[in-house]
């Protein structure tokens, strides 16, 4: 499976703020997602990042409050803008599996938000 | 009602026993699905695709009943280091679409 890295891995901010999370993958991949993970809870997907156009955003997340880049097939950055306590989650990227089963998503180590 | 879901436990059991989870989910038309082992602060982990006609490693056993839509994972003579969140995950087209999750404590 691909090796998948993000940066920061932690960070705690504050209100108002805005915070980029990058995702480097080492091999190129057609498909890279982002979700969110709060505490206690299951992960959800927020959008899907596609190369050479706009995101496609989930249910409940905006392209304003969530801006996604997607400069190659390797690379991604999700940006939390504006943010608010309700903003601190885990934020993990995943990418699509390389092997015979449709679907098929390996994550990164995912990055650790704390908003004050 | 969810898409899919999960007990979320705990399932507290002894070194050596069997457990057995299962995960029911919505939407007959979902061709893939998964159960991926998140450990308590890290990102989950693909354990198993589970395909129609069941697959086994080792002491992971899963199994897709797609007649009363459940998938379900067997783990067998389990050890303290099975202790983790268990998630099953089903395909939405390109998405995949996670449970909340049942916890194992496997104790000594």
């Known amino acids: 499976s691909a090796v998948i890295s993000q940066k920061p891995s932690r960070d705690i901010c504050q209100r108002g703020t805005s915070l980029t999370i990058q995702c480097q993958v080492d091999?190129?991949?057609?498909?890279m997602f982002w979700y969110r993970q709060q505490p206690g809870q299951s992960l959800t997907l927020i959008a899907t990042a596609n190369q050479g156009s706009e995101a496609t955003y989930e249910s409940g997340f905006v392209i304003d409050k969530f801006p996604i880049s997607r400069p190659n097939l390797t690379f991604s950055t999700l940006t939390v803008s504006n943010m608010s306590p309700e903003d601190s989650s885990i934020y993990l990227c995943?990418?699509?599996?390389?092997?015979?089963?449709?679907?098929?998503?390996?994550f990164g180590p995912g990055t650790r938000l704390t908003v004050l | 009602r969810k898409e899919v879901e999960q007990d979320p436990g705990p399932f507290n059991v002894p070194e050596g026993a069997t457990v057995a989870f299962n995960c029911t989910y919505s939407?007959?038309?979902?061709?893939?699905f998964f159960w991926y082992r998140q450990d308590c602060r890290k990102e989950p982990k693909l354990l198993m695709s589970?395909?129609?006609s069941g697959n086994e490693d080792g002491r992971f056993t899963a199994q897709l009943n797609r007649a009363s839509q459940y998938i379900s994972l067997l783990i067998r003579d389990s050890k303290l280091s099975d202790s983790a969140t268990y998630l099953c995950?089903?395909?939405?087209?390109?998405?995949?679409?996670f449970g909340t999750g049942t916890r194992l404590q496997v104790f000594p």
């Open positions: 091999s190129q991949v057609t498909m």
């Open positions: 995950a089903k395909g939405n087209t390109d998405k995949l679409i």
């Open positions: 995943s990418v699509e599996g390389q092997g015979i089963s449709y679907n098929e998503q390996f």
């Open positions: 589970v395909y129609s």
């Open positions: 939407n007959s038309a979902s061709q893939s």
